[in-house]
């Protein structure tokens, strides 16, 4: 069985920054990807950024240029450094494992953008 642990979400002014954490119950480099996705209040959940067991990284145009995805095996955990947030950057975020045909979800970080 797999988890995933999200942390690091709260509340922040715009322009400033926050580092998500998403910690695995197995090694990180097992998993094919590890994605982030955000669902806003009343919005779809939308992907956000990932990084494969490779090391490739994709980023979503809404957050390119403003956030890193990085991991850490040592530490089993994958981050999602955001800077410059803006109000819309305000949701939920998740964290989703890749693992051949399974795909496993955490429970969710809220990040809310507001002055």
């Known amino acids: 069985q797999v988890q995933l642990v999200e942390s690091g979400g709260g509340l922040v002014q715009p322009g400033g920054s926050l580092t998500l954490s998403c910690a695995a119950s197995?090694?990180?480099?097992?998993?094919?990807?590890v994605a982030w996705y955000r669902q806003p209040p009343g919005k779809q959940r939308d992907f956000v950024a990932s990084?494969?067991?490779?090391?490739?990284?994709n980023y979503a145009d809404s957050i390119k240029g403003r956030s890193t995805i990085s991991r850490n095996n040592g530490r089993s955990t994958v981050y999602l450094q955001m800077n410059s947030l803006k109000p819309e950057d305000t949701a939920v975020y998740y964290c989703?494992?890749?693992?051949?045909?399974?795909?496993?979800w955490g429970q969710g970080t809220q990040v809310t953008v507001t002055s």
């Open positions: 990084i494969t067991s490779h090391g490739s990284t």
């Open positions: 197995r090694n990180i480099f097992s998993f094919d990807e």
């Open positions: 989703k494992a890749a693992l051949g045909s399974h795909y496993y």
